[in-house]
């Protein structure tokens, strides 16, 4: 099945930032369910090779909702952020980045999945509201709540990491 390789060799890099983000900044959970995902897929290819990427980013959505009901877990508390630099270098970009995914593992997983998919995968509200299955009222609201809650929680930081 040289097209499932194909997809991911292409797409896994991508897929694994999705996955990192809507588990709230855990790598390793990131790597877990985008592995069950891919091992998924392959199972089911010749249904799905028509729309590999729209099946991967629904299926990385629901597992990262089910990792949540699966474990009765508290949050981990974030560590305080130390001195601010006077200059933005690229180090200060790796804090602004650990500081959105902070920020997004604050969030509920349902607006949390809204955010990474709408602002990271650059998705559509409609291919997010159908990645959900969801409404795309639904996806507007969760919209504009999560990015008020963004900004409580980020302060005046920039909220534009990629």
């Known amino acids: 099945m040289q097209d499932f390789e194909d ?10 930032r999705t996955a990192y983000l809507l588990c709230g900044g855990d790598k390793g959970a990131a790597e877990d369910i985008l592995q069950d995902v891919l091992m998924s897929m392959y199972g089911k290819w010749r249904r799905i090779r028509t729309s590999p990427e ?10 990262a909702a089910n990792r949540w009901r699966r474990r009765s877990r508290k949050p981990e508390a974030p ?10 270098g690229h180090e200060q970009q790796v804090v602004d980045a650990d500081s959105v ?4 593992g604050q969030l509920p997983r349902k607006m949390r999945a809204v955010l990474v ?3 990271f ?16 009222g639904t996806v507007k609201s969760q919209t504009s709540r999560g990015l008020a809650r963004m900004r409580e929680l980020m302060g005046e930081q920039v909220l534009t990491w990629n």
């Not at 729209?54 to 597992?63: D, E, V």
């Not at 995914?101 to 997004?104: D, M, N, Q």
């Open 101 to 104: 995914v902070r920020a997004l």
């Open 7 to 16: 997809f991911v060799a292409l797409r896994s890099q991508a897929l694994l």
């Open 79 to 88: 560590l305080e952020l130390g001195a601010v630099p006077t200059s933005r």
């Open 117 to 119: 998919l709408r602002f």
């Open 54 to 63: 729209a099946y991967a980013r629904t299926a990385l959505a629901n597992a």
């Open 121 to 136: 995968d650059d998705l559509s509200e409609a291919e997010t509201a159908r990645t959900l299955g969801c409404g795309i």
